[in-house]
């Protein structure tokens, strides 16, 4: 049962963590594109909060959630598809350190990254959702 419950909190916290993941880059996108300076301050505060209030707490309970899966179910350290999870989720663990060095970069007025890169960017989290996944669910190696 205790695994159950630790499963469910942690598919919570993977969805909480993405939504930031989702959203932090679109407002990005529309900081880029902001002209005046009341937006400019109000998308400031806005990506402040998301990722300090919502985005670095739901990724330490997810890594954190992770790590008890892991202690119960230590068998799952040999198997391949795990590997490459772990992987994945180290990368997206960057790139959301690299969300938080560029929300820094426009609260101080250095953006020098147009919209359109941000609309790309924010395809990121988007490829490691489904690998993450598949790579779960399938169990392919």
Known sequence: MLYLWVKALHIIAI?????????????FVYHAMAEDQPSQERFTVME???????????????LLLGGWLLYLNPGWLQMGWLHAKLTLVAVLVGYHHVCGAQLKRFARGENARSHVFYRWFNEVPVLFLLAIVILVVV???
């Open 139 to 141: 169990k392919p190696f």
């Open 15 to 27: 969805v909480c963590w993405f939504a930031g993941l989702f959203y932090l880059p679109r407002l």
């Open 48 to 62: 402040r909060k998301l990722y300090r209030g919502i985005m670095n707490p739901s990724m330490i309970a997810t």
